[in-house]
C-alpha cells in the first residue's frame, strides 16, 4: 500500500525539483503573517512538500496537519522513514513531530500556510502557467475540458486539473480530488511548467476552496457557472457554499472574472466583484432568456438545434459578435460552451483569432467523458454523470429529440447518502422519461434491492399520482439493466444511462467491482447488432496516453459508425 501511494505520489512532481534550504525557505516566508517556530538545523535541503505521510518522497517537508479523523503528527514516523528533510506542523503535533528527530517547523494554523509553503518550495510564481479556474455546483469538467480544446485549437500548450485527471504534458493521472491539495497543485503546477505548459484550465471545487488547497495559485480567468443545493453536509447552509465560490473572485486572486448570471447567486457574485473591483474586470454572461440578462455584458442568442448539440451566438458590448456551436447534447452546454468561450476570450486572445478556430477547428465538439458521452445514434445511446434530481430532469430532456422516440433511462441511486433524493429522482424519471429502468449505482453498506425499492416507490406514486403512461422495470445488477434497455430500444428512441459517467468501479459492500457504464453499454449495443460510435468511449483516463477518452477531439454526432464486433 505504502509504495503505491509513493508510486502515485511521484506523477505530482517535477523531474527537477529544486532545492531550498530550510533557512532560505524561512526567509522567502518572512512576509507571510504567521508566527513560526523553529528546531532543529535549518540547512538541510527541502525538494518538495507532502502532507500523507504514505506518499513523503525523500527531501520533502512533511506537512502535518490536523484532519477530521486524525492529526498527521500521528504518522510522523513514517513520513521520516520515508526520507522526510523536516516537518511542519501545529503546537499540538509538535511534540511528535520533534520525537522523529528531525527539523521542527511550527506554525499556529498550518492549514493557512501549506499553499504559501508549497508555492516556495516548488518556485510556482511568477512562471506558473496561466490557469483558467472553473467554479459553481454543476459544468465544472465539462467548461475545464472545454476550455482546454479551445486553447489547444489555438495552438497553445495545455494542461488539466479536474475531477476525471491531471493532464501535464505527456503525464496523465487519474484524479482522486476534483482540486487536489495544496502540495500536490504547486507539485503539478512546476511539473506544467518544465513541460512547456503555457496555460491550464481547473476546476476548483468549494472543498478546495474551504481547505485552502488553492492557497498560492492566481487565476488570469476566474468562471463561475451557476449555484444550486449541494455540498451542504460541508458547508450548512447555502449562504456559506456561496460565500466560500466567491473567494475564487477576490480581488487579487482571479485577474478577470467572467460570472454567468443565470441564477441570482451569479448576479450577486458580479454585483460583489463589482463594488470591489470595478467593471474593467468583470464579464457577465446570461445563457438563458429567463435570466435579467438584458444587463449582461455578454448574452447567448440564436441558439438552434444542430445534431445532437446547438449552434448559437454570443453578442456583447459594441456589437461583439462571436459565432459558436457545440456537439454535446443538452441546453445546459449552451451555457458551459458559452462561458468556456468567453474565458479564453476574456484571457487576451483576439476575437477574430477565436472565430478563426470555432468555425475553422469545432473545438466545442468533444468527448467529455461520461458527460453527454455519445455510444451511439440509432438508437441514440448516451451516458451521463447526472446523479441528483435536477440534474437527471435535464439530462433526459436534453436527449429528448423532436420525434417520435421514447427516452429509456437507466439509473439507480447510491447508498450510505442523502436517502431523501431517491424518491424524488424516481418520480423525475418517471415524469420526463418514457420507460424507467431502475437499478444500482454505489450501494456501499447498503443493501441494493432495499435503494431500489425507494426509488422505485417514487416513480409508481408519481404515476399513479399524476396519471402518467411511463413504463418501469426493475433490473439488477447494473450490467444487466444497461442489457434491458438496449433490449427495449427500438432505432428511433434514446437510450440514457445516468449516474456514474467516467466512473470504472462500483462499490458494494467495502469491494470495488470494476464497471463501466459506456463500456457496458457499447458491448450490450454490439451484442444486440446495432451500430455503435467509432472512439475510445470507455478507457480510463490516465491509463492510455494521448488515445484515452480525455479531450480527445471527436465529433459525437455524425462520427464514423462502425458495426464492431468488440465492446
Ligand atoms: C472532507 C475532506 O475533504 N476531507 C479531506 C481531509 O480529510 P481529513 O480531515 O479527514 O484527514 P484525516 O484522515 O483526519 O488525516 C489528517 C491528516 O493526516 C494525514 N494522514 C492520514 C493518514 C495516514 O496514514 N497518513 C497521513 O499522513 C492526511 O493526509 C491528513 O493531512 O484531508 C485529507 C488529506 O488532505 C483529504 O484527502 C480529505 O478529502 C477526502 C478524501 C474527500 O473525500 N474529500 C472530498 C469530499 C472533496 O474534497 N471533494 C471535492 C469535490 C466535491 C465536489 O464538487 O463534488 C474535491 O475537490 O475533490
Ligand atoms: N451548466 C450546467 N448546468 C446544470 N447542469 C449541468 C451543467 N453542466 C453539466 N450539467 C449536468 O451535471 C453533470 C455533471 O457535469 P460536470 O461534471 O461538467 O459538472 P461538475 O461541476 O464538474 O460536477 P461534479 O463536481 O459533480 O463532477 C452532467 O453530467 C450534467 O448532467
Redesign the pocket.
Known sequence: MDVDHREAERAFRPAHPRASSLAELIGRLADADVVWDFVGDDDVAVTGAC????AVQPGDLYI?????????A??AE??AAHGAAAILTDTDGRGRAEATGLPVLTADSVRDVVGRVSAEIYGTEPDAPELLGVTGTNGKTTTTYLVRSLLRALGRTTGLVG?IEIVAGETRIPS????P?APQLHGIMARMREAGIGAAAMEV????LD?R?VAGLTYRVAGFTNLTQ??LD?HGSMEDYYSTKAELFAPGTAAVAVVTVDDAWGRRLAAERRATCGSETLWTLATTDAADGDDADWRVEHVERRGLGHAFELVGPAGARLRAATGLPGGFNVANAALAVLMVLASGVEAAELQRVLDDADPLTIEVPGRMQVIATEPAAVVDFAHNSDALERAIEAVRGDGSGRVIVVFGATGDRDATKRPVMGAVAARHADVVVVTDDDPHGEEPAGIRAEVLAGATEAIAAEGLATEVVEAAPRAAAIREAVRLARPEDTILVAGRGHETVQEIAGVNHALDDRVELRSALVEAGRSVLAGDQGAAPGRDAEASATGVEKQPAGAERVESTEP
Open positions: 502532507l500523507d505521510s504514505r502535518a496537519l490536523p484532519g477530521a479523523r486524525a492529526h498527521g500521528d504518522f513514517q513520513a475531477t482522486v480530488l476534483t482540486t491539495e471545487s468549494s472543498h478546495s481547505y488547497r449541494d455540498h460541508l
